[in-house]
């Protein structure tokens, strides 16, 4: 089974442009979260998605948007990008979304390394 | 809140072991252990549910006290494949189920 893949790998842009990324899941897992990876802070949560619905979401600026389409592949946007959104952005799929009394595992992705300059 | 991670850095020979911590000042109903080497994708290793289980994978253990909030990922008879950064994603009470990660362990063994 193929694992979560994100396009594009890599991706420069300069600051006050806005980008998009992608995540395809693994096939059949329906929940999609995603994450920013820096030296400094670490992976932070960024939301989740189930069913195209945001479920969940960290504390990010407004900024940062994201949705999923039917067939449970994400993206997530970046507005008026800033010198400190430089990151890996990691996208992680799992069946469903976890609860309490069911704790779901979740699948990574190799990640989009995101230069702001 | 953050889990935290210790140590943050630690150097081994191939064959020696390794403890690595994991603490929530919260509740938890989980902790779920990842590794991740350089320039890849975080690879899930294990999770464990309160409960005081402990649970193996490979030469690679772990334990979760749930009274005190605490994992330990145990690596013993480590190998130059267990090099890494090692992260702990735990899952606390509320309505909200989220993972939140520690800031990683980084795990360098030397032949």
């Known amino acids: 089974k193929a694992g979560v893949t994100q396009t594009p790998r890599y991706l420069i842009k300069t600051r006050g442009q806005q980008v998009t990324l992608s995540c395809s899941p693994i096939?059949?897992?329906?929940?999609v979260s995603w994450y920013q990876q820096t030296p400094g802070q670490g992976l932070q949560f960024l939301f989740e998605?189930?069913?195209?619905?945001?479920?969940n979401k960290g504390n990010f600026p407004g900024r940062f948007s994201g949705r999923q389409f039917s067939n449970s592949r994400s993206e997530m946007n970046v507005s008026t990008l800033e010198l400190g959104d430089s990151a890996l952005y990691l996208c992680?799929?799992?069946?469903?979304?976890?609860?309490?009394?069911?704790?779901?595992?979740?699948?990574f992705g190799p990640g989009t390394r995101l230069l702001v300059l | 809140q953050q889990p935290v991670q210790s140590p943050q850095a630690v150097i081994l020979r191939e064959g020696e072991d390794a403890v690595i911590n994991c603490s929530s000042s919260?509740?938890?109903?989980?902790v779920h252990w990842y590794r991740q080497k350089h320039g890849e994708a975080p690879v899930f290793l294990m999770i464990?549910?309160?409960?005081?289980e402990q649970k193996g994978h490979e030469k690679i253990s772990a334990s979760f006290n749930e009274k005190k909030q605490q994992s330990s990922l145990y690596l013993t008879a480590s190998q130059l494949s267990y090099s890494g950064t090692y992260f702990c994603?735990?899952?606390?009470?509320?309505?909200?189920?989220?993972?939140?990660f520690g800031k990683g362990t980084l795990l360098t063994v030397n032949p």
């Open positions: 992680a799929s799992s069946l469903k979304p976890g609860t309490s009394g069911a704790q779901e595992t979740q699948y």
């Open positions: 096939s059949g897992h329906r929940s």
């Open positions: 998605y189930f069913s195209e619905t945001q479920r």
């Open positions: 919260k509740a938890l109903y989980s």
């Open positions: 464990l549910l309160k409960g005081g």
């Open positions: 994603g735990t899952v606390s009470g509320g309505s909200n189920y989220k993972l939140t």
